[in-house]
Every structure is written in C-alpha cells, then in structure tokens.
C-alpha cells in the first residue's frame, strides 16, 4: 500500500532491530464512501498486511448515511478472515448507539470506534455514558479519534475512564489533542492507552519517553497509513526513548491481545522519560526541511525546494558520525524522486511516507540505520 513495498528495505531493517515480533494493529478501516476520498477494501487491507504479517484491528471509515449495514460488512470480513482481522464496530451517538453496540458485539464485534470530528459529537454528551457504561459490562475497548480537527477530550475520557474502570480507552493518533498535559496524569488510569497511528515523529518521541509502554499501541491507520512506514516510525522512536524488547513486545501485539481477549492487561513499567531523546543538530536541520516537504507534499504542492534543501543538508562529509543516517536519508529521497505526483490525497500519500520516514531517520540518531 502507498510506498510500502518501496519501504521494505527500512521495515526490514528496524524489525532486525527489534526482533521478531508478532504485529497487531490497533487501528485499520475498510469503506469506500469516507469524504475524505480514501477508500479501502477488506481485500485490500488483508493485501496491505500480508508482507509484513500483521494482524489488525478493523472498523468502518466514515460512513454519511449511518454505520448498521457498515458494521455488518466489518463484522463479516473479520469472520472470513482466519483470524487476521478483529472487528471493532463504529457508532454514532445519537443513532441509538448502545442498541448497535450490543447487536454488533453479539454479532461478533470485540470493541468499539467513536470519532468526534466526523460524527461532530463531544465526549460530554450524555450518551457518552451510555455507550461507557455498556462497554464496561463487557469488557470492551473503545478507540476513539484523538488527533486533527478536534478540541481536547481527555479530561472526559480521564474522568469516564475512572467511573468505568472495565472499559478500555485507546486515544487513537498518539492522544495528541491532549498529549501536552495527559502524559502527566494517565498513569493513574491504567485503562487508557494511545495508539501509535500518526504522522508526526516529535509526538511519537514523546509519547514513547513519556507514557509508560503498557499503555501504547502499535497501529498504522490503513488506508492513511501503512505498516512498513507505520513500523519505521513507531518503532525507531521506540527504540531512541529506550523501551526493552519486553515493552517492545507489548506495544507491537501483545498488550492488544490482551485488551481485546478482556484480559488483565500487563504492567511494562514506568515511561523511560526524556532522557534518552538525544538530538543531533545536524540532523536536526534535515528534519526539519523533511518535515516542510512532507506536509508541502500532502497539501498538493510541490516539494522539491525544501527536499532539495534536506539533501544538501545530508552533506555532512563520509567521515562524519551522521554519515550512515545521511546516506539512508539519500537514498529515501532518490526513491521520493521517483514517486510521480498524484492528484488525489490517497495518491499523495507515497510521497509523504517516504519523506516522514526519511524524518524519521533523522529524529533518531541513536538508532542504528545499517
């Protein structure tokens, strides 16, 4: 998917790092009516997680005209998967949500998926409690969006996730709408976690170094992202925040599959904190022009002056102690050069994976790229 098979090099050589590890994404979609012009098939989602054999977590993408016959479709891809696909089902709050709840949890369904900015709902609504309350009963997780287009939630799933304790929460795209203040107190909510589904590597460092691992999740957000590039990312600012192979471990599947089992989850110990998260000047300069191209590259406009800027920036000498990360840095942005541009976001998308996985590269120069 995207430029994941362009990736392969780089996912290959960060899970060399990591060892071998049975992925289980928190957070995929299948639909072909999400306004955003994405789409994405069951076939293609099983097709996207085939190379790097990865099981998934699966719900609806946006659907306008309400989520029942979607949550079906789920339902049923996840039961003709052998076992690669677990279904979480999507509802809107003020569509009779608890009865869909318990129609598609006795369909087969093993959570939930609730997302504020598409369904334009706060989590103060009184229904909120509602669907909490029966989650609760059985155990289930709720992922929720936490990332672009939203106010803070967090307080709200702070104070749901402490009167209903059964229940699990997973912030999806790193919690970033409250990650500035959350890290400080979730801690104390053991049924909270964050999934790793996101764009930005900063916000991955931080959650990494300051959120305890047990309560991280690896996820991609299929067809927004990809596992390759979703592995690059997570996984190599897993390892510059200093995380073991046992946390490693819990974050690549193992936590989710207890959460998703309504086990007991495990204790990983606390988050590392910051002091692992060395930054390289030098590098430092290339990421941050990969980081403009990346973001000139999703909005449609070219990038090609500040890539340019990043590869001259990758000229630090053969001699020099950055040469390694530069010289992978290089070669991504030969690969990003041979990427046509698209004209639609999903088409975009290649280009930009290959340029936040070059940051990434960049933001981690304690790991090693050879």
Known sequence: ?????????????????????????????????????????????????????????????????????????????????????????????????????????????RGIKLHPRAERFGLGEPSMREIVSAAHDARLPILIHAGRGIPALGAHVLELAADFPRARFILAHAGVCDLAWIWRVVGEHPNVFFDTAWFSVPDLLVLFSHVAPGQILYATDIPFGAPAFGSVLAFRCALQAGLTSEQIASVAGGQLERIVAGEDVADLGPAPGAGALRTDPLLARIGHYLVQ????????????????????????????PQAPICRSILALLDLHLAIANGETLQERFSRVHVLVAAAALAATPDVPVD
Do not use: K
């Open 1 to 109: 998917m995207y430029a994941d098979d362009l990736l392969a090099p780089w996912f290959a050589q960060t899970m060399s790092l990591v060892g071998p590890q049975a992925l289980f994404d928190a957070h995929t979609h299948i639909g072909v009516n999400d306004p955003d012009t994405f789409r994405c098939t069951a076939g293609e989602l099983l097709a996207a997680l085939a190379p790097s054999d990865s099981r998934a977590v699966v719900f609806p993408m946006h659907e306008p005209g309400g989520y029942p016959p979607a949550n079906d479709h789920v339902i049923a891809a996840a039961a003709q998967s052998d076992g690669r696909l677990v279904a979480f089902c999507r509802v809107d709050p003020r569509s009779d949500p608890v009865a869909e709840v318990r129609r598609c949890v006795a369909a087969g369904a």
């Open 293 to 320: 191209a990346s973001l000139m590259a999703m909005g449609g406009v070219d990038p090609a002056e500040q890539s340019e800027l990043a590869r001259l920036a990758c000229r630090v000498g053969d001699d020099a």
